[in-house]
């Protein structure tokens, strides 16, 4: 069973940045496509950041591009989401997912391994 575990959220300044992390355990990390998603209170969950098994591929909603790089360090079964110029509206709960399937899309229920996310607060 693949467990996926969020770290890094905190509150920050509007203009901030933050680097969320997701460490894998369980399966076989370097298989899967990885994404972020996340979702801010009394919205439902959307599509932040996507990235291929080899890292060589990403894909990014609109509302970030510019401003969130996804990366990942297969050797340490881990994702990254680096997020720069950070606005009130980034306020969610940020959720780290895995596809095995390693589809790099915006489909949330193509995900089949979640997280238990970590919350992002931005202050204006």
């Known amino acids: 069973q693949v467990q996926l575990v969020e770290s890094g959220g905190g509150l920050v300044q509007a203009g901030g940045s933050l680097r969320l992390a997701c460490a894998a355990s369980?399966?076989?990390?370097?298989?899967?496509?990885m994404a972020w998603f996340r979702q801010a209170p009394g919205k439902e969950r959307e599509f932040v950041a996507a990235?291929?098994?080899?890292?060589?591929?990403?894909l990014y909603a609109d509302s970030v591009k510019g401003r969130c790089t996804i990366s990942r360090d297969n050797a340490k079964n881990t994702v990254y989401l680096q997020m720069n110029s950070l606005k009130p509206e980034d306020t969610a709960v940020y959720y780290c997912?895995?596809?095995?399937?390693?589809?790099?899309?915006?489909?949330?229920?193509?995900?089949?391994?979640w997280g238990q996310g970590t919350q992002v607060t931005v202050s204006s």
């Open positions: 997912a895995a596809d095995v399937q390693a589809w790099v899309i915006r489909t949330e229920s193509e995900y089949d391994y």
């Open positions: 369980g399966g076989a990390f370097s298989s899967y496509a």
């Open positions: 990235i291929s098994r080899s890292g060589m591929s990403t």
